[in-house]
T-cell receptor, first 114, second 117 residues
Framework: AQSVTQLDSHVSVSEGTPVLLRCNYS??????LFWYVQHPNKGLQLLLK??????LVKGINGFEAEFKKSETSFHLTKPSAHMSDAAEYFC????????????FGTGTRLQVTL | GAVVSQHPSRVICKSGTSVKIECRSL??????MFWYRQFPKKSLMLMAT?????????EQGVEKDKFLINHASLTLSTLTVTSAHPEDSSFYIC?????????????FGPGTRLTVL
C-alpha cells in the first residue's frame, strides 16, 4: 500500500537556525508531493508542491524542498527559523489513479524557541 | 491562489440536533470536494469525496446516514451532521480540487470546530 512517513513527530529549533522536516514516501513511480502548514485551529496552507518539474522546489516564507527519487524523499528545509514558523507541517502525496485522494503524513510539530 | 471558505467557523450544539457546514470554492470551479475530520494532534482523516451532481463516496467506517453530503453546484458542498452526539465533536475541514488541475492539488478551507454538548 502507498504510504507517507514523516520521520519526526516533533522538531524543536532555535530562532535563526536551520529547519529540516523529513518526509519519505513509498511508491514505485513518481507522485505529486506537497507540504502544507497548519496553525492552531486553522485550515491547511500550501507551502510548496512538486509536480514533476524542477526537483528543488521553492515555496512561500523561505521554505524549500528537494525531491530525491532515488531516496523516495521530499524533505522540507528553511535556512533560518522564525518564531512564526511554529506550527504543524504535513507532507502530502498524490498518486495518479487514486481517485484524486491525497495521502497524508502524520504531521510534524515544529517548535521554535528564542 | 484559489480560495475555499467554510461556514460556520465554529458551532456549538446540543446533543440530538443536526448541524450543517458549508464549503465554497470562491474563485474556481470544483467538480470534486473532500471532507476531512481531524482529531486533536492528529492528521486529517478523509471522510468522503463529494462529486458535483452525484452521490458522495464515503470512506470505510464513515456512516453515510450520519454525515450527509450534498454537492449541488460546482462551488458548494455541504456536510450535515445528523443527530449529533458528543463523540462527533471535532474539527471538520473541507477541500476542493480545481477542475483544471491535473496534479492532485487540493485547496483547503479554514475548518469548522464542532462542539456537541
Amino acid at each position: 500500500a502507498q504510504s507517507v512517513t514523516q520521520l519526526d513527530s516533533h522538531v524543536s529549533v532555535s530562532e535563526g537556525t536551520p529547519v529540516l522536516l523529513r518526509c519519505n514516501y513509498s511508491s514505485s513511480y513518481s507522485p505529486s508531493l506537497f507540504w502544507y502548514v497548519q496553525h492552531p485551529n486553522k485550515g491547511l496552507q500550501l507551502l510548496l508542491k512538486y509536480t514533476s518539474a524542477a526537483t528543488l522546489v521553492k515555496g512561500i516564507n523561505g521554505f524549500e524542498a528537494e525531491f530525491k527519487k532515488s531516496e523516495t524523499s521530499f524533505h522540507l528545509t528553511k535556512p533560518s527559523a522564525h518564531m512564526s514558523d511554529a506550527a504543524e507541517y504535513f507532507c502530502v502525496v498524490f498518486w495518479a489513479g487514486t481517485a484524486s485522494k491525497l495521502t497524508f503524513g502524520t504531521g510534524t510539530r515544529l517548535q521554535v524557541t528564542l | 491562489g484559489a480560495v475555499v471558505s467554510q461556514h460556520p467557523s465554529r458551532v456549538i450544539c446540543k446533543s440530538g440536533t443536526s448541524v450543517k457546514i458549508e464549503c465554497r470554492s470562491l474563485d474556481f470551479q470544483a467538480t470534486t470536494m473532500f471532507w476531512y475530520r481531524q482529531f486533536p494532534k492528529k492528521s486529517l482523516m478523509l471522510m468522503a469525496t463529494s462529486n458535483e451532481g452525484s452521490k458522495a463516496t464515503y470512506e470505510q467506517g464513515v456512516e453515510k446516514d450520519k454525515f450527509l453530503i450534498n454537492h449541488a453546484s460546482l462551488t458548494l458542498s455541504t456536510l450535515t451532521v445528523t443527530s449529533a452526539h458528543p463523540e462527533d465533536s471535532s474539527f471538520y475541514i473541507c477541500s476542493a480540487r480545481d477542475s483544471g488541475q491535473g496534479f492532485g492539488e487540493q485547496f483547503f478551507g479554514p475548518g469548522t470546530r464542532l462542539t456537541v454538548l
